[in-house]
């Protein structure tokens, strides 16, 4: 199950994982790219995959479609929480939140919770940005204030490793992994005409070439993987201190369950 399904990396990812043989189901913001992503997938694998809509900036979007996939799954080999957005200005989304903070983290973090019980491994998708973070998790809205795009969003990017830091310490039953997957050429950012510039000039990264260490997370056996571990190009990486903070990671995991309304 691969969230931010319906372009670049996640979609990426999910064709290769069909093409393996995988049974692959995709989860997207947009109907009309999520169709268009499943027939892309069904024309590489032969199998057309099953789709779920949720849009990241609404908790209930993400309660509800928890509900269809426990109703049509009772396993999921890996959850792969790929989903991601960069506000470029300030924006509060109706839940209350800063969106950078709940798309790329509160989102999947209450989508992980509420299918904690199927899954089986979890793959999260964080970044080497995490290094331009600067989280409290006393205050998940502090990006809001004196509002800076990458900070805001590295900060969302410390908190999906800290997450994957806790949920191997809470969920022994569910492997848990992170990974960085590159300055990757992809549809994130076309709000803006500058980043959206820069992805077709600068020299990044394919989606595919971006997706490879999720796609090798998601197969690789465990007895050669770290428990919480980041990962960078299919190999274990360190990310900066304050992103692999044990103390900090509980603290935001109890703020993370407060602020979804899931047990802490």
């Known amino acids: 199950m691969i969230t931010g399904a319906s372009s670049g990396i996640g979609l990426a990812a999910a064709t290769s994982l069909a093409?393996?043989?995988?049974?692959?189901?995709?989860?997207?913001?947009?109907?009309?790219?999520?169709?268009?992503?499943?027939?892309?997938?069904?024309?590489?694998?032969?199998?057309?995959?099953?789709?779920?809509?949720?849009?990241?900036?609404?908790?209930?979007?993400?309660?509800?479609?928890?509900?269809?996939?426990?109703?049509?799954?009772?396993?999921?080999?890996v959850l792969a929480n790929n989903a991601g957005a960069i506000a470029l200005q300030p924006i509060t989304t109706v839940d209350g939140f800063e969106l950078s903070i709940q798309a790329n983290h509160l989102a999947p973090f209450l989508l992980a919770n509420l299918l904690a019980d199927r899954v089986r491994r979890m793959v999260v998708t964080a970044s080497g940005a995490h290094r331009s973070g600067s989280l409290d998790p006393e205050n998940l809205n502090a990006p809001l204030h004196r509002y800076r795009p990458l900070s805001a969003y590295g900060t969302s990017?410390?908190?999906?490793?800290?997450?994957?830091?806790?949920?191997?310490?809470?969920?022994?039953?569910?492997?848990?992994?992170?990974?960085?997957?590159?300055?990757?050429?992809?549809?994130?950012?076309?709000?803006?005409?500058?980043?959206?510039?820069?992805?077709?000039?600068?020299?990044?990264?394919?989606?595919?070439?971006?997706?490879?260490?999720?796609?090798?997370?998601?197969?690789?056996?465990?007895?050669?993987?770290?428990?919480?571990?980041?990962?960078?190009?299919?190999?274990?990486?360190?990310?900066?201190p304050k992103a692999a903070d044990p103390r900090l990671a509980a603290r935001l995991?109890?703020?993370?369950?407060?602020?979804v309304g899931v047990p802490g």
């Open 253 to 259: 995991w109890t703020a993370s369950a407060a602020a």
């Open 19 to 77: 093409r393996r043989g995988d049974q692959v189901v995709l989860v997207g913001r947009d109907p009309a790219r999520l169709r268009a992503a499943a027939d892309e997938v069904r024309e590489a694998s032969g199998e057309r995959p099953e789709v779920f809509r949720a849009d990241f900036a609404v908790l209930d979007d993400v309660r509800q479609m928890a509900e269809r996939v426990r109703a049509a799954y009772d396993r999921i080999d």
């Open 157 to 240: 990017k410390q908190a999906n490793i800290l997450f994957t830091v806790e949920a191997a310490r809470r969920w022994p039953q569910v492997e848990s992994y992170c990974f960085h997957p590159g300055v990757v050429r992809t549809r994130f950012g076309n709000d803006s005409r500058l980043v959206s510039l820069g992805m077709r000039v600068l020299p990044f990264r394919s989606a595919a070439k971006g997706a490879q260490t999720l796609v090798w997370l998601a197969n690789q056996d465990q007895s050669r993987l770290r428990p919480g571990g980041y990962y960078f190009d299919c190999r274990p990486r360190r990310p900066w």
